[in-house]
């Protein structure tokens, strides 16, 4: 994949399960069990996985004992931080 579809991904907000992982701090294989499994909602394009920032924060959201506001905010920088890496 071109630098310049990264780029366009990470515009609209999707994620690698190799990004998820480091937002996680899991393995990709985990993120890709997550998808298998319909825990973790995702887009197959080609035959590579993309998961929104959306899909990944209401994940988040959705497993976590008790979210905050705080927590909620956290969350949220976390993936723009994800989304603004580029490893490419």
Same mark, same amino acid.
């Given at each position: 994949?071109?630098?310049?579809? +990264?780029? @366009?991904?990470?515009?609209?907000? @999707?994620?690698?399960? #190799?990004?998820?992982? %480091? ?8 993120? &890709? %069990?997550?998808? %298998?499994?319909? #825990?973790?909602? !995702? +887009? ?5 996985? &993309? ?9 988040? @959201?959705?497993? !976590?004992?008790?979210?905050? #506001?705080?927590?909620?905010? +956290? @969350?949220? #920088?976390?993936?723009? !931080? !994800? ?6």
């Amino acid at each position: 994949m071109t630098k310049d579809m +990264h780029n @366009f991904y990470d515009e609209i907000g @999707f994620m690698t399960p #190799e990004q998820v992982s %480091r937002v996680l701090q899991v393995t990709p294989t985990t993120v &890709r %069990r997550l998808i %298998r499994d319909v #825990e973790l909602p !995702a +887009h197959k394009i080609g035959r590579q996985w &993309r998961i929104s920032s959306d899909n990944l924060l209401d994940y988040l @959201f959705n497993t !976590a004992t008790v979210v905050t #506001e705080d927590d909620k905010q +956290h @969350f949220r #920088e976390i993936v723009q !931080a !994800a989304l603004k890496q580029d490893d490419y």
